[in-house]
């Protein structure tokens, strides 16, 4: 799922590409993707794209008239730059925008159709994808704090709680715990005053590092590999592989649709986590599905 690395660096592109441009076109081929009704995708044709937002893992685009479009790509959707007057043709294929320049087209390769478009009209519309997650990128070590002990829940269940914190997901939680040597099935409630210091300022230069990462990557062009599994993150999506600080194998917890990635003598003193006792935790802790970790408006 693209998190806020991705998402920073997809809107950039997006600036790049059509911001200040008019859709000339837009060709819808399923039907699961608009959850909305009034107003209709075809108020959008004819628009110009003043700007963007972020709300969460959420791209917001701003068009005349206070009309926005609100994407969520979820775990598979997927932005595109194609060349002018591209249709939507494959099964993967959701839907095509088409400027003068070329046409953005947004994919889903999965069968479950998770990606989603919201068509709102003002202020008042768009406030109901508003939350009040922390935007952990620019945020005080003190609102993190508060915000991180104010419920209490294992670290990757509070740290991809999109009520809490803004733009964070299953891939860069895994990274983040790892570069703060903390389990993550330990209790907020339980850190001490130096571990959350220590969270804090791995949550920021994790996030900074791999949005600089990704800018780096991409350059002018359109951002074309945007993936949760890259191959010099430390543990997400490396089970088995080694640890590149102590060389030991990495190790995963999987739960229902959720994986995490850890390394036990980094971050768990040795222990692998896979008890009877860690499942009862998962159940009460972690959610079932990606819709349900996902389910408030504003992630």
Not at 72 to 89: D, E, S, V, Y
Not at 222 to 232: I, M, N
Not at 271 to 287: E, G, Q, V
Request: aromatic share 10%; proline share 5%.
């Amino acid at each position: 799922m693209p998190e806020l690395p991705d998402v920073v660096v997809y809107i950039d592109a997006l600036q790049r590409f059509i911001q200040d441009r008019t859709i000339e076109k837009i060709f819808v081929r399923s039907p699961f993707l608009v959850r909305t009704f009034e107003p209709s995708i075809e108020e959008a044709e004819g628009k110009t794209v003043a700007g963007f937002r972020r709300y969460g893992k959420r791209i917001v685009w701003e068009l005349d008239d206070e009309l926005f479009l609100v994407f969520h790509l979820m775990i598979a959707g997927r932005f595109h730059w194609k060349k002018p007057k591209t249709n939507p043709r494959t099964k993967v294929d959701l839907a095509a925008f088409q400027f003068v320049n070329g046409t953005l087209m947004l994919t889903e390769a999965s069968q479950k159709k998770r990606a989603s478009l919201h068509v709102v009209k003002g202020e008042s519309g768009l406030a109901e994808f508003e939350t009040d997650a922390l935007d952990v990128s620019d945020c005080s070590e003190q609102a993190f704090r508060e915000r991180l002990t104010e419920q209490n829940h294992t670290l990757k269940r509070a740290l991809t709680d999109p009520r809490l914190f803004s733009g964070i997901g299953n891939a860069y939680s895994d990274e983040i715990l790892h570069a703060a040597r903390l389990s993550p099935i330990k209790w907020t409630s339980r850190l001490e005053p130096e571990e959350i210091t220590r969270l804090f300022k791995a949550v920021q230069q994790t996030l900074d590092s791999w949005t600089g990462r990704l800018r780096a990557d991409v350059g002018d062009s359109f951002p074309e590999k945007v993936t949760a599994f890259r191959p010099d993150m430390a543990v997400h999506g490396r089970f088995g592989k080694h640890c590149p600080d102590c060389q030991t194998a990495v190790q995963r917890i999987v739960y229902a649709e959720n994986e995490t990635n850890y390394c036990p003598q980094c971050q768990t003193g040795g222990k692998i986590l896979a008890d009877r006792s860690l499942s009862r935790l998962l159940k009460d802790d972690w959610p079932r599905t990606i819709e349900e970790w996902e389910s408030t408006s504003g992630s």
